[in-house]
């Protein structure tokens, strides 16, 4: 099992940034990949960016790309998210998920372990 713990998000205005942390514990060693998705109101859970946990390759979904940084600190065994230049569609209640798979980062159904959540609101 693995547990996922985040931090960070709030209330930003248009054009700003924030960080999010998502802190691992437990099995560690099965995790091979590990994302972030969101969900807006009334929308469908959504893939914003992933990382591979060894070599740190990373896939951005295209809205985001030049915006946001998915980094993963091994040591801390902790995911990072940084959001600059937000806007307000990218409000929403991000999450961070982990998988043992290696292909199909953007594949919501493939991750096992997920986050619980926690709020990005931008203000335009």
């Known amino acids: 099992q693995v547990q996922l713990v985040q931090s960070g998000g709030g209330l930003v205005q248009a054009g700003g940034s924030l960080r999010l942390s998502c802190a691992a514990s437990?099995?560690?060693?099965?995790?091979?990949?590990m994302g972030w998705f969101r969900q807006a109101p009334g929308k469908d859970r959504e893939f914003v960016a992933a990382i591979a946990w060894s070599s740190g390759g990373t896939y951005y979904v295209n809205s985001v790309k030049g915006r946001f940084t998915i980094s993963r600190d091994n040591a801390k065994n902790t995911l990072y998210l940084q959001m600059n230049s937000l806007k307000p569609e990218d409000t929403a209640v991000y999450y961070c998920?982990?998988?043992?798979?290696?292909?199909?980062?953007?594949?919501?159904?493939?991750?096992?372990?997920w986050g619980q959540g926690t709020q990005v609101t931008v203000s335009s």
């Open positions: 437990g099995s560690i060693f099965s995790i091979n990949t």
């Open positions: 998920a982990a998988t043992k798979f290696a292909n199909g980062w953007s594949q919501r159904s493939l991750y096992d372990y």
